[in-house]
T-cell receptor
Framework: DVKVTQSSRYLVKRTGEKVFLECVQD?????MFWYRQDPGLGLRLIYF???????EKGDIPEGYSVSREKKERFSLILESASTNQTSMYLC???????????FGPGTRLTVT | AQSVTQLGSHVSVSEGALVLLRCNYS??????LFWYVQYPNQGLQLLLK????ATLVKGINGFEAEFNKSQTSFHLRKPSVHISDTAEYFC????????????WGLGTSLAVNP
């Protein structure tokens, strides 16, 4: 079974802190995604990566950056956390040519 | 540009009832269409997909969806729902040639009552 794991299920950070969210997949997928999920807004794509060291901005990249140094790991970085970044963050991966995106369980981040 | 509209953000039904969750899409190219389900406190998982084969698609847990090209719809239904079907349901569309990226609907929250 494909497994996508995220480093934390719940995280509480203070305004201005630098925050790292880690995502690891174990099925050699080329493509990885970071989404943000908010009530009434569905899933919004923050960044995605289609190969090591490659990244593309999604729909809402402002305030975020990403890192993909190894194929299995995709990190989301909040350079200076703000309260409006309080949200559920979901990581996903997909094999090129396949149909199904596999999701991690999510990280619920609260910025106070 | 592609888009997805899910009609009804909240649906509440009784256990054993038929449920229909509506999804309409717009796409300038032949689409791939997906329904994902998110159970409470979990990530999303694929329920079913349409990839230009049969228009009636069967998925997991007794769900099915029908692709209707003329109405640009991909509605999800289940003839008899169970309390365990309480979840958030998302419809998504992708380019047939670039199925890595998905365009998501806003989701429909389904509550199944005893």
């Amino acid at each position: 079974d494909v497994k996508v794991t995220q480093s934390s299920r719940y995280l509480v950070k203070r305004t201005g802190e630098k925050v790292f969210l880690e995502c690891v997949q174990d099925m050699d997928h080329e493509n990885m995604f970071w989404y943000r999920q908010d009530p009434g807004l569905g899933l919004r794509l923050i960044y995605f990566s289609y190969d090591v060291k490659m990244k593309e901005k999604g729909d809402i990249p402002e305030g975020y950056s990403v890192s993909r140094e190894k194929k299995e790991r995709f990190s989301l970085i909040l350079e200076s956390a703000s309260t409006n970044q309080t949200s559920m963050y979901l990581c996903a991966s997909i094999l090129t040519g396949a149909y199904e995106q596999y999701f991690g369980p999510g990280t619920r981040l609260t910025v106070t | 540009a592609q888009s997805v509209t899910q009609l009804g953000s909240h649906v509440s039904v009784s256990e054993g009832a038929l449920v229909l969750l509506r999804c309409n899409y717009s796409s300038s190219v032949p689409p791939y269409l997906f329904w994902y389900v998110q159970y409470p406190n979990q990530g999303l998982q694929l329920l079913l997909k349409y990839t230009s084969a049969a228009t009636l698609v069967k998925g997991i847990n007794g769900f099915e969806a029908e692709f209707n090209k003329s109405q640009t719809s991909f509605h999800l239904r289940k003839p008899s729902v169970h309390i365990s079907d309480t979840a958030e349901y998302f419809c998504a569309v992708s380019d047939a040639g670039n199925n890595r990226k998905l365009i998501w609907g806003l989701g429909t929250s389904l509550a199944v009552n005893p």
